[in-house]
């Protein structure tokens, strides 16, 4: 059931009128107009009711004919059962709408101008959107004009895309120029090409004989560039779709020349980035915030574009200036930058930054100051648990309810943590590691919002102060830190079930007070402090082949910030790197710059020589 609001500006009765004339209209008293069916419905209604939800009826019981106003009507190409609908609406203003009569009731709607019912329609096929029907609910929205849902199910299909091309069927059932649309959209959120091929392939195969002529067209819309070269060259070259046709050799050839570099080393021009391999935009975008750099406090900000692998400054600092060993918390399109220091005062206050509108404001501050603070989100209420304020190190906790601009004290930890760092699974809040004032530690606890208490967790394999800690995967991962003595480059992940710790591939950089965050499925560390100076190396580890890989290092050195992630912002593109047609002429500057390099080096060791 949906219902639209009743007493708008625009209706002609108000809903204790609608109430009283439905009761009326159920034993006939005062009806004055007639609807029928071509299947034999028979409606009697109140024509004023009609008139009040629909132009349609309006035109339909108010233009008169010879001076006397219609009071039957035929109402061609709508059902008996959905007359019945349609009527109800009129006098209830709520739509009886399911999944099998959904797309009915959206036809007869916009065929009849019932504006209340469209809304209600739209709304429930908005509620169900699921990647099995996204692509039905496109097009009845399209074929409706109804613009909203229309955008929003293209959306939900580019979001969720990687689901669709796995389990719709309705995507098997396109045409050739609709899978052409989708493919070569660069909103197309898939975190690996492989998955666009991996779609090609499973709509031809869904009718080879008449499908497979559209081979070559389809690959141009695979970002051939970016799939990785063995796979590139084991699983789509040599596919028998693809070798067993001419029309693919050329854009298998510059595919092949690209991978291996041969255009960049060739190449004194400047190089563009052809389309096949210029990274679509992506769907996430994760922002830094402060931190200490050269030892001192910033507000600097910047974000990360995922596909083009590059750090953009961000302008719109926080106005009231800088802080650092903060926490960030991201909600809707809303990043809370919680506690932390300036160099000189301990903060318990709250900044905001909404990404959408690029504006700064405060809420409502803390109970406590929170230096070195730990702090995770779990079904929109943020935790801040422990931290330092400017004289102990704490064991208390708190929550925030953005909705109502308050924080609420809970039960306290165990421990005295400051320095740790927390994340949420499985309905659970985990602090892991921090140092207690004497130690660092290697004991974990979580926190049951339902019960309010915290329970210990086996204790880690190593001592952790100023560690990353992430939920990922059903495990709790948990990333370099301080043990007291030195920085360590290792990592490990907690498994709830078993109620143990297991042992994960060292990081290529140990560090400390770092930023680690998720995103399209890897697991970032970020900058830090390895020991001797704040660093810019940035990481990412991979689940599926368990191995650690170098990203692009951000802007400055600096440790003790903290980064979110926010996805589906409205305005994404003005987040994301710009010059992605330059990207192959920022590779060929690289390499010049390290070839100029190494011909110093030769020249200098030469004349030493």
């Not at 495990?475 to 830190?481: L, T």
Request: with cysteine; aromatic share 10%.
């Amino acid at each position: 059931m949906a219902g639209s609001c009743a007493n708008k500006p625009d209706e002609m009765l108000s809903q204790e009128t609608l109430e009283a004339l439905w009761d009326m209209r159920g034993v006939g008293l005062l009806c004055d107009g007639l609807l029928k069916t071509s299947d034999g419905g028979e409606f009697p209604v109140h024509r004023v009711v009609m008139a009040s939800c629909s132009e349609y009826f309006r035109a339909l019981f108010g233009s008169p004919l010879n001076n006397v106003p219609s009071t039957e009507a035929l109402v061609l190409g709508v059902s008996k059962a959905t007359m019945a609908a349609i009527v109800e609406f009129a006098y209830k203003r709520v739509t009886w709408v399911d999944c099998d009569n959904a797309e009915s009731l959206l036809e007869a709607a916009d065929y009849l101008g019932v504006m209340g019912m469209i809304k209600d329609c739209c709304d429930f096929l908005l509620s169900i959107m699921a990647p099995e029907n996204c692509i039905s609910i496109h097009n009845v929205a399209k074929l409706h004009n109804c613009f909203y849902l229309t955008a929003k199910a293209y959306k939900y299909l580019m979001q969720h895309f990687i689901e669709v091309s796995k389990r719709s069927e309705e995507l098997l059932s396109l045409d050739i120029d609709e899978v052409e649309a989708i493919l070569s959209d660069e909103n197309l959120n898939v975190i690996k090409e492989e998955t666009a091929w991996k779609a090609v392939v499973r709509w031809i195969e869904f009718d080879p004989a008449n499908r497979q002529q559209h081979i070559a067209r389809l690959l141009r819309c695979v970002r051939t560039g970016l799939v990785d070269t063995n796979f590139f060259v084991e699983k789509i070259k040599s596919h028998k779709f693809v070798s067993d046709n001419e029309s693919c050799r050329p854009l298998v050839i510059d595919t092949l020349r690209f991978l291996h570099d041969l255009d960049v080393v060739v190449h004194n021009d400047e190089v563009p980035t052809p389309l096949f391999a210029r990274p679509r935009i992506p769907h996430e975008v994760m922002f830094l915030i402060g931190g200490l750099t050269a030892g001192e406090p910033t507000a600097y900000m910047e974000r990360y574009d995922t596909k083009a692998d590059r750090w953009i400054k961000v302008e719109a600092v926080d106005p009231e200036g800088p802080r650092a060993y903060h926490k960030c918390a991201a909600i809707g399109n809303d990043i809370y930058v919680i506690g932390g220091f300036n160099g000189k005062e301990y903060f318990s206050s709250v900044r905001c930054f909404n990404a959408h509108t690029k504006k700064w404001r405060s809420v409502t501050p803390m109970h406590e100051k929170r230096c070195y603070v730990s702090v995770a989100v779990l079904d929109e209420i943020i935790y801040a648990m422990g931290g330092y304020d400017g004289r102990y190190r704490q064991n208390t906790a708190e929550k925030f309810d953005h909705r109502t601009n308050q924080w609420t004290m809970i039960a306290p930890m165990d421990m005295q943590r400051s320095d740790a760092c927390a994340t949420t699974h499985d309905g659970y809040v985990y602090v892991t590691g921090g140092f207690s004032g004497s130690e660092c530690l290697i004991s974990a606890e979580r926190y049951h919002p339902t019960a309010n208490q915290w329970t210990t967790v086996s204790h880690m394999w190593f001592r952790r102060s100023g560690v990353g800690c992430i939920g990922f995967r059903n495990c709790v991962y948990v990333i370099g830190g301080f043990n007291g003595a030195t920085r360590l480059a290792s990592a490990e992940k907690y498994n709830p079930e078993t109620n143990m710790w297991t042992r994960l591939p060292d990081m290529h950089t140990p560090r400390s007070n770092f930023a680690v965050a998720i995103i399209d499925n890897l697991v970032f560390a970020i900058g830090g402090f390895n020991g001797e100076s704040a660093i810019n190396l940035t990481e990412c580890y991979d689940p599926t082949t368990d191995q650690w890989y170098e990203a692009t290092d951000i802007s400055e050195s600096r440790a003790g910030f903290a980064a979110c992630g926010i996805s589906g912002l409205p305005d994404i593109s003005e987040y994301v790197y710009h010059s992605r047609d330059k990207l192959m002429e920022e590779k060929r500057q690289k390499m010049l710059d390290i070839l100029k390099h190494r011909t110093r080096h030769v020249n200098r060791d030469d004349k030493n020589a």
